[in-house]
């Protein structure tokens, strides 16, 4: 581990990424001109690695570990961060993009507090439009109560570390999704010192067909649920996200699974009203009229609210 000042380790996990890997390597380029910077992307087990590859000639500053088998993101995030070289290290996900005010604005909050996990704002991209969506600031409270109670979020491309003061916690290697919610409680769990960076110059892009975190997948839900959702406050917050992103997908057996788990629970006032609401519109209405307009998170959820 170097610690010199103006540089930092950029973290990649990759699956099957060529389509957006050179945008994302340009990204790190032009916003880090004034830092001296060492990317390594991790492959799982690619079908495209020998275009990865050809595509990681332009860029001297990046290399690629191969894993021997295939594994998740979350062990490929880990593997990077053990044979990342600076102090600081940034996790990046492979089609999301760097912009200058990002690394200026990330790397002196880095030189200046005593912190050994950030997180913070961003700005999405979907089909070309930027949209900035505000959340609260974390302010050391149980991560569970920030992002199933208050409206908060935990995105690994807005996540870098501190090695001077960073405690150890990683990801936890047998998550296949929602690895950046699992980090974000398993740094709160550890004692971590967590801090909120306010800024949304991070650009996260959503909606691209291939995304590794696109798709549902109930076994990592219930993964999910079963080692970090032991409250059931948490968990209806958790099920309403993911009925709606069911809803969205058109995914009939995921409806059927986070409805079994409200078959389950007892529910009160306007929850009773809420996921009466939602069963409703699964199988009369949004299920078959879903739209790209529909697809928009955010525009679903203020229609139900």
């Not at 594994?71 to 600076?86: K, Y």
């Not at 809803?247 to 788990?261: H, M, P, T, V």
């Amino acid at each position: 581990m170097r610690a010199i000042r103006n540089s930092f380790s950029v973290v990649i996990p990759i699956y099957n990424s060529a389509s957006y890997i050179d945008q994302t390597l340009k990204s790190i380029k032009n916003s880090s001109a004034d830092f001296n910077v060492e990317v390594i992307l991790v492959d799982d087990k690619s079908d495209d690695i020998n275009i990865i590859k050809n595509i990681l000639k332009k860029y001297s500053f990046a290399k690629v570990i191969e894993k021997k088998e295939k594994t998740n993101a979350a062990h490929s995030r880990n593997i990077g961060f053990e044979n990342s070289n600076f102090e600081k290290v940034f996790f990046l996900d492979s089609d999301d993009c760097f912009t200058v005010e990002y690394i200026i604005n990330r790397n002196k909050l880095m030189d200046t507090l005593e912190y050994g996990v950030y997180f913070g704002g961003y700005t999405t991209v979907i089909n070309s439009k930027k949209m900035i969506t505000y959340r609260p600031e974390y302010s050391n409270g149980d991560m569970r109560d920030y992002l199933f109670l208050n409206n908060g979020d935990f995105r690994t491309s807005t996540v870098s570390i501190d090695k001077k003061f960073h405690k150890g916690t990683l990801f936890d290697p047998l998550m296949k999704k929602h690895q950046d919610w699992g980090l974000g409680i398993r740094c709160y769990d550890a004692g971590e010192i967590l801090y909120y960076d306010n800024s949304t110059y991070m650009i996260i892009h959503e909606g691209r067909s291939n995304q590794m975190s696109a798709s549902m997948n109930i076994e990592a839900s219930k993964y999910f649920i079963n080692n970090y959702l032991t409250n059931n406050k948490h968990l209806l917050s958790f099920v309403e996200v993911h009925i709606i992103r069911a809803i969205c997908n058109k995914d009939k057996k995921a409806l059927r699974f986070f409805f079994g788990i409200l078959d389950g629970m007892t529910l009160r006032g306007s929850k009773v009203i809420k996921f009466r609401m939602l069963k409703f519109g699964s199988k009369k209405y949004l299920i078959g009229l879903t739209s790209p307009m529909l697809v928009s998170l955010r525009y679903v959820k203020k229609l139900l609210k």
